[in-house]
């Protein structure tokens, strides 16, 4: 067996040259200093599978984390979702939230966006800002992001159907701006089978969708080099009714299928995996979501170096983002919601996630307040600065119940993912209604369960007393949809119409002969395209997409 000072020179020397130790006391309260690692021989222990299925930070098979220093060096990116309104709104929401320590933005759309209509739309009456921010043009985007330097601070953003259009738009404010393409970091989502799966916001069929997708993967690591195309997410699978493991599996089976699609169009795995985001849940049960962080990252390691051939190591690289489960804060007892995204922060954070968002206790209310975004931010910043885990990496490894939970996670996983590659892949498996079937028995089952008092909700169906207690609501002005009708007419009334018609001809042209799309979004979007008008260029071209009813 390897031993852990050839660990510490060969790889944790290496990572500290590129980024060095924090400069804080890696000390516990009573002077105690841990290492950065603990393996079986500080113990005395002999482990015939440590390598194998535990390993070393930074290498293969990453069950211990992507990176050789982890946290010692770099804490994970505090990563708050926020959008409401207009974007003048949401633009003061980031600029306070960075202000507040946050270290990356994540953009939340409102449902006419999502489902790629402009603000004007008689199909948005009533939802514009409501539950994100409306973008509906460039000129939206140059106002979301006004004075914030787009080099020095990585963007999330959370859209799907319409992925490449607001990309693009962002990449035009970038342009305009004078921004070197290669130097912008962030993600976008662009995951559209947990859209057939879960979520419900799409748009296109299951096969032109996925095209849009491979299109990013083919053009993004010749442009933006930095930048994670794809966020491969199980959150929303989760918030659907999913069990962990269904999650897990699911999320991994729908990377795998798009790793598939994208080598079909003849695109080399070493260019475009290392790209590849990942997005989870983290929910209550707190052992089991650390052990699904770590068995993920295992099987998408073992997959992509022995499944699919990929030589690059950073290939193998699970590398995650994780947000707290709205699904699980209770509109009764709201305070209490507070403790809830503590505990599943800290689960992340030791099951060693990249990335995180942490809900605010009164979503299940309303949009969240100034005051609560900021206590989740904070309740971040208490579990980096003084809970004490980031002074030794993965520190609940060893734990016999923690590998036994990472070992049967990851069987259970396999044996869905073997299932769904059975079936055809997860496009089959959608089209012949699988996992709509599969997360109405778990949630069916998880809410039998809540009814019974099986399992306790505190504040729901147990320890009911009602603490009095007014909770500030945050609501959007309807005032939104004028100020979002009077911007379109103006960008209308003052673009170049020629311009326009190019561009989209050219959106067109590109869908219809099956030619890489990205280009010509990008076009359309310094052209002040509306959103609107290109997602029904490609309606015209692909059609849409009706959810059948299944038995």
Known sequence: MRKKHDWLRETYQKSLEKMPERPVAHRTLSDIAPEPL????????????????RGYPGEYPYTRGVYGSMYRSKLWTMRMFAGFGTAEQTNERFKKLLKAGQTGLSVAFDLPTLMGYDSDHPLSKGEVGKCGVAVSSLADMEILFEGINLEEVTTSMTINSPANAIWAMYLAVAKK????????????QNDILKEFIAQKEFIFPPEPSVKLVIDTFEWGPKNVPKWNF???????????????????????????????????????????APRISFFFDVHNDFFEEIAKFRAARRIWAK??????????PQSWMLRTHAQTAGVSLTAQQPLNNIARVAIQALAAVLGGTNSLHTDAYDEALALPTEESATIALRTQQIIAYESGVTHTIDPLAGS????????????????????????????RAIEEG??????????????????????????????????????PIQLVDPEVERVQAERLARVRRERDLKRVEEALAGLRRAAVEGQNTMPHFVECALAY??????MDVLREVYGTYQEPAYV
């Open 38 to 53: 603990y393996t079986p021989e500080d113990i005395g222990v002999l482990d015939p599978e440590y390598e194998e299925k």
């Open 177 to 188: 701006k004078g921004y070197d393409w290669k130097k912008l970091g962030g993600t976008i």
């Open 303 to 312: 997959e992509m170096r022995h499944r699919y051939g990929a030589k690059n």
């Open 434 to 471: 699988y996992f709509l079937r599969e997360l109405a028995e778990a949630s069916y089952r998880y809410q039998q369960e809540v009814e019974r008092k099986e399992r306790i909700i505190v504040g729901v169906n147990a320890f009911t007393d009602e603490i009095p207690l007014k909770v």
């Open 529 to 534: 395209c509306t959103l609107g008008e290109m």
């Open 230 to 272: 794809i966020s491969v997410s199980g959150y929303h699978i989760r918030e659907a009714g999913s069990t962990a493991v269904q999650e897990l599996a699911w999320t991994l089976a729908d990377g795998f299928e798009y790793v598939e699609a994208a080598l079909k169009r003849g695109l080399d795995i070493d260019e475009f």
């Open 400 to 427: 016999y119940y923690v590998e036994w939970l990472t070992d049967e996670m990851e069987r259970q996983a396999m044996a869905i993912i073997e299932e769904i590659r059975r079936m055809g892949g997860v496009v």
